[in-house]
């Protein structure tokens, strides 16, 4: 386990003590890559679908707020490119973060799909997740930071992951992901970071 980039210590009204997002983190940000007023994912009950956005990236933030009300879950993907794997021939793989209002979670995840012989399944397959209360009963402001190999995860600022990511592409596309139903994101922002840099070592 790792914390990752600095956190906030707040305390919230039931006295209990929460990390949250720092905002001088913005600092890392280097330059816009993408701002959508609304971006929509649907797919068909008991299937899963993508919506690829025109952006490639390998260090960035990722901020947005979706709603779940006409979904059962919903997310975004990060990183996606093509590699080969054994049994199943060339397919996309990325990292993405799903939220599932069927089950009140929030799942760090990896998405493979198969895109040999006209295949359209989407596998995601769960590194790890967080019981998150109530998903679907309002919008969810979500920040993704990913930065090397590492991932961080806050919904409504609150910090829930800093997971690795280095079974995925050091970079790729970026795309929405949806599960039985219409999942809509709303200002949607993806900034590029500045990349770690490796410590000085000295002579």
Known sequence: MTWGT???????RDDTLALKYWSDLDKLETRTLLEQDRVVCEAADGQSAIHKLDVQA?????????NLSAAQ??????RNGETNRKGL???????????????????????????????????????????QQKIAGSPQHVRILVRSHMAEVYINEKWLFCIDISD???????????????????DLRIAEIKPLEPPMVEK
Request: charged share 15%; with cysteine.
């Open 6 to 12: 600095p956190k906030l210590i707040h305390q919230e």
């Open 58 to 66: 390998s260090d960035m933030m990722i901020t947005f707020t979706i």
């Open 73 to 78: 879950s919903a997310g975004l993907f990060w």
């Open 89 to 131: 021939g060339t397919i996309e793989s990325a990292a993405g973060l799903i939220l599932d209002g069927s089950s009140d979670t929030v799942s760090i995840v990896n998405v493979d799909r198969p895109t040999s012989f006209f295949a359209t399944t989407i596998l995601c397959h769960p590194k790890d997740d967080y019981h």
């Open 168 to 186: 995925a592409p050091e970079s790729g596309s970026i795309g929405m992901i949806a599960g039985s139903g219409e999942a809509v994101i709303t």
